[in-house]
């Protein structure tokens, strides 16, 4: 009963105002074996704080789960030569463990942030990346009623059982499609290690930032990615995808880079000077 009232109240009045994704490459170093970038952490954490906004808060796994899920195989299931279900452990172990250490650095920074695991939360994926009607009723339930208390929900990406593949991996961009299709936020804030999305990889030579996709008009601007080797959910081109959807769907998006005024804009709500800004074109 009380978490009917809860939810209810959380769904009348209270729009969302920024779900924000603390990709892996900001909060990690993700060459680098479970390693923390805690300068980036607590930025994001403290801009969070001060923003005065409702936030909900998803991230990645960067150097915390990306190693284990592609030594032992989990995003491509129980089925793979590779695969066991002590890497499952693992792959679960490292990417808890990452959201342990962003849960503290919300709360050190005063928020009242939850964790949220979606293997526990959500329940079993059918096939990778997609969540099912059940668990997504269930997981965003719960979201809700975090929400509703007032507590900042810190949901990550995540190994989870599969019903087709017995074992898959929900990545933190493929929540953040499906809680902006549900919570309805106003903006939609990607961080990461770069100011935003390139027409090439940043690295390489005359790499130029695109400051505005627009989603449905005409073919937008040619974009080439690379991904880091033992990325098992598809880097920056992943991230791409599941920002031209929320767009597609009515919800404006950013990419900023950690640690930077334009992060900390971003997480007040607006749309900073030096960023990618993805949004449906007026006409669709
Ligand atoms: N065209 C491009 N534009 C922007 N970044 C790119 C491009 N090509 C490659 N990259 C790389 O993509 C990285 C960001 O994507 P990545 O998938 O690592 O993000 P993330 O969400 O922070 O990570 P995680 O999946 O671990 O949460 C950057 O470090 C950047 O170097
Ligand atoms: C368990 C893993 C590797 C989660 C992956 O989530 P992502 O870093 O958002 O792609």
Redo the contacts with the bound molecule.
């Keep these: 009963h009380l978490t009917r009232s809860l939810r209810r109240r959380w769904g009348s009045s209270n729009q969302l105002d920024v779900l924000v994704?603390l990709?892996?490459?900001?909060?990690?170093n993700?060459a680098s074996f479970e390693t923390l970038h805690a300068d980036n952490l607590r930025d994001c954490c403290e801009n969070i704080a001060q923003s005065g906004k409702r936030v909900a808060v998803v991230?990645?796994?960067?150097s915390f789960g990306?190693f284990q899920a592609r030594e032992h195989a989990v995003s491509k299931g129980s089925g793979d030569p590779k695969f066991s279900w002590r890497g499952f452990g693992l792959t679960r172990s490292s990417v808890c463990k990452l959201n342990g250490l962003v849960v503290d650095g919300l709360l050190a920074a005063g928020v009242a942030a939850v964790g949220v695991s979606p293997c526990d939360a959500f329940g079993a994926t059918r096939g990778r990346g997609v969540v099912p009607r059940a668990a997504r009723r269930r997981g965003v339930a719960r979201v809700r009623e975090l929400l509703g208390t007032g507590c900042v929900p810190a949901i990550h990406?995540d190994a989870c059982i599969d019903e087709i593949q017995g074992a898959s991996i929900l990545?933190?961009?493929t929540l953040m499609t499906l809680l902006a299709e549900e919570l309805r936020p106003k903006l939609v804030v990607?961080?990461?290690?770069?100011p935003?999305?390139?027409?090439?990889?940043?690295?390489e030579p005359g790499?130029t930032l695109v400051p505005r996709i627009s989603v449905g008009a005409g073919r937008g601007p040619k974009?080439?990615?690379?991904?880091?080797l033992h990325?098992v959910?598809?880097?920056?081109?992943?991230?791409l995808e599941s920002a031209i959807a929320i767009a597609r769907a009515g919800t404006p998006v950013v990419?900023v880079e950690a640690g930077t005024a334009h992060a900390r804009a971003a997480l007040r709500g607006e749309v900073p000077d030096v960023c990618t800004l993805v949004e449906r074109a007026s006409s669709s």
Excluded: M, N, Y
């Design positions: 994704k990709g892996g490459s900001a909060l990690t993700k991230h990645g796994a960067g990306h990406g990545s933190g961009d990607f961080i990461t290690d770069v935003g999305v390139f027409d090439r990889p940043p690295d790499a974009i080439a990615t690379s991904t880091a990325d959910t598809g880097g920056v081109a992943a991230k990419v």
